[in-house]
């Protein structure tokens, strides 16, 4: 995954009111942490941050204001809610080339279920894995060509990266084809079982 590259001023000012002016200013207040460091507090530039978030679990090379550069990946990230687009506060975790972090990577499907008019529910959106902070994937792709009602995807399923390992139960479900219902017909086997127990 290739790096992110974003410039980050050191923050001074806290409080409601402080994250009012930095939001104001088009920057997005965020803090840095890991390592056993002292937690560092940044302001970032909305637009740059926004466009790196579009891809999960990013890699970000943060230059900060008076010469620390940093490798972060982002933690945890609080939007607006109601407001498109608009970040509201950031957690970045510190990491180096090497070290193995816990992420959760999409997982996309690929290929057509039976035929039936079956239904795919995802049992997880997202796979908990295991993987080197620099070498995140990002994404696993999951075929689903010619699976019928009944079928079950676990996480031991699921072909990984090299260098990525679960960090999910292995027989956690993960998606699974259910057979389309018409509602129609339900109703009408419900009826008669009414009937049936007034009988």
Do not use: C
Request: proline share 6%; aromatic share 2%; glycine share 10%.
């Amino acid at each position: 995954m290739a790096e992110v590259k974003i410039s980050a001023k050191p923050r001074t000012e806290f409080g409601k009111g402080a994250a009012r002016r930095t939001r104001a200013a088009e920057r997005v207040p965020g803090v840095v942490y890991g390592h056993g460091v002292e937690p560092l507090h940044v302001t970032l530039p909305a637009h740059d941050l926004l466009m790196a978030l579009k891809n999960s679990n990013v890699l970000i090379r943060l230059d900060v204001e008076g010469g620390k550069d940093e490798l972060v990946i982002p933690k945890a990230v609080q939007r607006h809610p109601i407001k498109i687009g608009v970040l509201e506060h950031v957690d970045l975790l510190l990491v180096k080339k090497g070290e193995k972090v816990t992420v959760e990577v999409p997982i996309l499907t690929e290929g057509d279920l039976a035929p039936g008019g079956n239904l795919l529910e995802h049992l997880l959106n997202a796979l908990p894995v295991e993987t080197e902070a620099t070498h995140i994937p990002e994404s696993v792709t999951v075929s689903i060509a010619g699976l019928d009602a009944g079928a079950t995807i676990h996480a031991k399923d699921i072909t990984l990266p090299a260098g990525t390992s679960l960090a999910v139960e292995e027989d956690a479900a993960v998606l699974q084809v259910v057979a389309a219902q018409a509602e129609a017909p339900a109703e009408e086997g419900a009826e008669g079982e009414a009937e049936g127990a007034e009988a």
